[in-house]
């Protein structure tokens, strides 16, 4: 029984919009000033969907693309051997190819050779950054047949705005140089320079104060930026050493600046907003006084940095106004990046790891399930079953240190799934090397529980020289499966990798938990049988505390599967129904647009109770609750024992159930 909602199709504008001829859609669409070059996904045209555009940029006529603001950047990747950019006027800009060093070119223009040395036969990255505002990208050329592929989207970006220290004037690479390009790539995160030599905050005296310009798309005009198109993660706020030479007073610098930090905050509701103590001590009681008036007026997330002792006179400096050289730039970025981590990740140290590619914190790993990374900055550990990671790299070879013996599958790109049986150490992944290019590689440990009781801890990677870490392609939605040694995968031939839950993610697409423990029941038993309802919220089944941040990521279904075991333990139906409806409220609680999937129990335990459970939380309101009767999935060669699927008995259970959650989340 699957309690489903009436669901309503669009066939009549569907219909309407089969008979418009393509003449007819191009008219209105022109009319209503709306029509844009609409390209294949795929084909390296300006509106290529698979171009990732970070800055501002001007996109609207489809076929150039307007870098504003300096530093801002494309990037995508592409199949084949080479890439061509076109540029419809002279222009400077660096190039990176599978995330090697930016490669300058100046002062090109038409059809630019990216890859004058063919690169090996893959699937490459490229970034192409131009070093300065309103200048045009027209779209890349391929080899014949190649296409370009969805890059993996690094967490978050950071915005910085300021004058001609942010924008990095006087440096070789300018915005590359700068200060806020060096912490954008240590945090591992994208970025971007809404700042511009010779602006002040406050508009005075013929000098642009970013207190308005900020909000436009350009350093110059008045066209508004239509901040839908990104959302920062932070924003870094650099700005008073020029206001000073433009007669502005205290009062005027500090109403100004409180007010620009409201009105970004307006902007950026999630953002943490950085005050950064100017280089040259300017309005340093004024920048602080603002951050003070936020503070008091409820916004927590408004933050002063003082840059007290960051840089030396002389030595870090290309001159005597304020601007800093290279060597500068990179202490401002060492200070500053884990100033920004600590805001957004909970601790300084995290920033810092975020600068090394495949080590614990790096942000390009993904990391799936319940997984403690507080307590050591060095090992993160896996709780309940199932958890895994992904992380993309790029270089031939690739090893994973483990400091205890373990067990783990492991798996590059799309091959077959292989796996380590008692390891230990540095463990060699690729004992034949890899091709060139970019690979990725997903990992995940045997469940911890019972008699085995191997070291399941991640301590990093071990990469190629000069490689790096890139976030691939990921699910955007996840399903969790909660429940006992059935939903780990107890007697299936690979665990966790072959129970029901993993199956069920990977047919779907979709990202997958296992929050499930051997031998558990719903209700914490006097005997001592661990009790899910109580460990749900836990970071560990074994453990009181800490309770798991459910922050950390967001379920789009929920499958319980519990009960089997609660009959053993002397568990009174009146106690399984009132603990099963406060699981189905703590799950609510913790995924509030999630489907809710409760399962009858293969043995058909506690039915009535269950479907009464999930009765009482449609009736008191919740009506993305739905009870599905399991009755005949299994038959007796599905099982290995009286209770437990094999192979063959979780392939079937994911048969019938897929279609039930899919129907639910729409994939």
Same mark, same amino acid.
């Given at each position: 029984?699957?309690?489903?909602?009436? #669901?309503?199709?669009?066939?009549?504008? #569907?219909?309407?919009?089969?008979?418009?001829?393509?003449?007819?859609?191009?008219?209105?669409?022109?009319?209503?000033?709306?029509?844009?070059?609409?390209?294949?996904?795929?084909?390296?045209?300006?509106?290529?969907?698979?171009?990732?555009?970070?800055?501002?940029?001007?996109?609207?006529?489809?076929?150039?693309?307007?870098?504003?603001?300096?530093?801002?950047?494309?990037?995508?990747?592409?199949?084949?051997?080479?890439?061509?950019?076109?540029?419809?006027?002279?222009?400077?800009?660096?190039?990176?190819?599978?995330?090697?060093?930016?490669?300058?070119?100046?002062?090109?223009? &038409?059809?630019?050779?990216?890859?004058?040395?063919?690169?090996?036969?893959?699937?490459?990255?490229?970034?192409?950054?131009?070093?300065?505002?309103?200048?045009?990208?027209?779209?890349?050329?391929?080899?014949?047949?190649?296409?370009?592929? !969805?890059?993996?989207?690094?967490?978050?970006?950071?915005?910085?705005?300021?004058?001609?220290?942010?924008?990095?004037?006087?440096?070789?690479?300018?915005?590359?140089?700068?200060?806020?390009?060096?912490?954008?790539?240590?945090?591992?995160?994208?970025?971007?320079?809404?700042?511009?030599?010779? $602006?002040?905050?406050?508009?005075?005296?013929?000098?642009?104060?970013?207190?308005?310009?900020?909000?436009?798309?350009?350093?110059?005009?008045?066209?508004? %930026?239509?901040?839908?198109?990104?959302?920062?993660?932070?924003?870094?706020?650099?700005?008073?050493?020029?206001?000073?030479?433009?007669?502005?007073?205290?009062?005027?610098?500090?109403?100004?600046?409180?007010?620009?930090?409201?009105?970004?905050?307006?902007?950026?509701?999630?953002?943490?907003?950085?005050?950064?103590?100017?280089?040259?001590?300017?309005?340093?009681?004024?920048?602080?006084?603002?951050?003070?008036?936020?503070?008091?007026?409820?916004?927590?997330?408004?933050? $002063?940095?003082?840059?007290?002792?960051?840089?030396?006179?002389?030595?870090?400096?290309?001159?005597?106004? &304020?601007?800093?050289?290279?060597?500068?730039?990179?202490?401002?970025?060492?200070?500053?990046?884990?100033?920004?981590?600590?805001?957004?990740?909970?601790?300084?140290?995290?920033?810092?790891? !975020?600068?090394?590619?495949?080590?614990?914190?790096?942000?390009?790993?993904?990391?799936?399930?319940?997984?403690?990374?507080?307590?050591?900055?060095?090992?993160?550990?896996?709780?309940?079953?199932?958890?895994?990671?992904?992380?993309?790299?790029?270089?031939?070879?690739?090893?994973?240190?483990?400091?205890?013996?373990?067990?783990? %599958?492991?798996?590059?790109?799309?091959?077959?799934?292989?796996?380590?049986?008692?390891?230990?150490?540095?463990?060699?992944?690729?004992?034949?090397?890899?091709?060139?290019?970019?690979?990725?590689?997903?990992?995940?440990?045997?469940?911890?529980?019972?008699?085995?009781?191997?070291?399941?801890?991640?301590?990093?990677?071990?990469?190629?020289?000069?490689?790096?870490?890139?976030?691939?392609? !990921?699910?955007?939605?996840?399903?969790?499966?909660?429940?006992?040694?059935?939903?780990?995968?107890?007697?299936?031939?690979?665990?966790?990798?072959?129970?029901?839950? %993993?199956?069920?993610?990977?047919?779907?697409?979709?990202?997958?938990?296992?929050?499930?423990?051997?031998?558990?029941?719903? +209700?914490?038993?006097?005997?001592?049988?661990?009790?899910?309802?109580?460990?749900?919220?836990?970071?560990?089944?074994?453990?009181?505390?800490?309770?798991?941040?459910?922050?950390?990521?967001?379920?789009?279904? +929920? +499958?319980?599967?519990?009960?089997?075991?609660?009959?053993?333990?002397?568990?009174?139906?009146?106690?399984?129904?009132?603990?099963?409806?406060?699981?189905?409220?703590?799950?609510?609680?913790?995924?509030?647009?999630?489907?809710?999937?409760?399962?009858?129990?293969?043995?058909?335990?506690?039915?009535?109770?269950?479907?009464?459970?999930?009765?009482?939380?449609?009736? &008191?309101?919740?009506?993305?609750?739905?009870?599905?009767?399991?009755?005949?999935?299994?038959?007796?060669?599905?099982?290995?024992?009286?209770?437990?699927?094999?192979?063959?008995?979780?392939?079937?259970?994911?048969?019938?159930?897929?279609?039930?959650?899919?129907?639910?989340?729409?994939?």
């Amino acid at each position: 029984m699957l309690t489903s909602p009436h #669901r309503s199709g669009r066939r009549g504008a #569907r219909a309407l919009a089969a008979v418009l001829t393509t003449a007819l859609v191009v008219c209105l669409l022109s009319l209503a000033g709306l029509t844009r070059a609409h390209a294949a996904p795929g084909d390296g045209s300006v509106s290529d969907p698979h171009l990732v555009y970070v800055g501002r940029w001007d996109t609207s006529s489809g076929t150039t693309a307007v870098a504003h603001w300096a530093g801002a950047y494309v990037q995508t990747s592409f199949t084949g051997t080479t890439v061509q950019v076109k540029a419809r006027d002279a222009v400077n800009l660096h190039v990176s190819v599978d995330g090697g060093p930016d490669v300058f070119h100046a002062g090109v223009r &038409g059809t630019v050779n990216l890859t004058p040395r063919p690169l090996a036969p893959g699937t490459h990255a490229l970034r192409i950054t131009y070093r300065s505002g309103d200048t045009v990208f027209q779209g890349l050329v391929l080899d014949a047949g190649a296409r370009t592929v !969805a890059p993996g989207a690094a967490p978050g970006l950071i915005e910085f705005v300021g004058d001609s220290i942010t924008a990095g004037a006087l440096t070789d690479r300018l915005a590359l140089d700068s200060y806020a390009w060096k912490t954008g790539e240590r945090l591992g995160m994208r970025h971007t320079r809404i700042a511009r030599a010779g $602006y002040c905050l406050v508009a005075r005296s013929g000098c642009t104060g970013l207190s308005g310009q900020f909000f436009r798309t350009a350093s110059t005009g008045a066209v508004d %930026w239509d901040f839908s198109r990104y959302r920062a993660s932070a924003v870094v706020v650099n700005l008073g050493t020029n206001d000073i030479g433009h007669g502005v007073t205290g009062a005027a610098f500090q109403a100004a600046y409180t007010a620009f930090l409201r009105d970004v905050r307006a902007k950026y509701p999630d953002a943490t907003l950085f005050a950064v103590r100017t280089l040259k001590k300017r309005y340093v009681a004024e920048t602080r006084a603002a951050v003070a008036a936020r503070n008091g007026a409820g916004d927590s997330r408004v933050r $002063y940095v003082d840059t007290s002792g960051w840089l030396t006179d002389g030595a870090d400096y290309e001159d005597g106004n &304020g601007h800093p050289n290279e060597a500068g730039h990179t202490k401002f970025a060492d200070r500053l990046a884990p100033v920004i981590g600590a805001a957004l990740n909970g601790t300084a140290s995290a920033s810092v790891r !975020a600068a090394a590619p495949g080590q614990p914190g790096d942000p390009n790993i993904k990391f799936v399930g319940r997984w403690d990374t507080t307590t050591s900055s060095t090992a993160y550990t896996p709780y309940w079953a199932g958890a895994y990671y992904r992380v993309g790299f790029t270089g031939r070879t690739v090893q994973l240190k483990q400091r205890g013996t373990i067990d783990f %599958w492991a798996r590059i790109d799309d091959g077959p799934v292989r796996f380590y049986d008692d390891v230990k150490g540095t463990v060699n992944l690729t004992p034949a090397a890899l091709s060139p290019g970019r690979h990725t590689l997903q990992v995940n440990y045997q469940v911890v529980a019972g008699s085995y009781r191997g070291d399941a801890v991640f301590q990093g990677l071990v990469l190629d020289s000069g490689a790096t870490t890139f976030a691939p392609p !990921a699910p955007t939605k996840l399903v969790e499966f909660v429940g006992d040694s059935i939903t780990v995968g107890t007697t299936s031939s690979q665990n966790a990798r072959t129970a029901y839950g %993993w199956l069920i993610g990977e047919r779907l697409g979709t990202e997958h938990t296992q929050i499930a423990q051997g031998g558990a029941c719903l +209700v914490a038993a006097t005997d001592g049988c661990v009790g899910l309802e109580r460990q749900y919220t836990k970071l560990n089944p074994n453990a009181a505390t800490p309770d798991w941040d459910a922050a950390r990521y967001r379920a789009d279904a +929920v +499958v319980i599967n519990l009960g089997t075991n609660d009959a053993g333990h002397g568990v009174s139906s009146a106690q399984f129904q009132a603990a099963c409806s406060s699981l189905l409220r703590k799950v609510r609680a913790a995924h509030p647009g999630a489907w809710i999937f409760a399962l009858e129990t293969f043995r058909g335990r506690f039915v009535p109770q269950t479907e009464a459970a999930v009765r009482g939380a449609v009736a &008191g309101g919740d009506s993305r609750v739905s009870f599905v009767d399991t009755t005949g999935w299994l038959g007796s060669g599905d099982l290995t024992d009286s209770v437990h699927p094999n192979d063959q008995g979780h392939r079937a259970i994911a048969d019938r159930l897929a279609p039930v959650v899919a129907a639910r989340i729409g994939v």
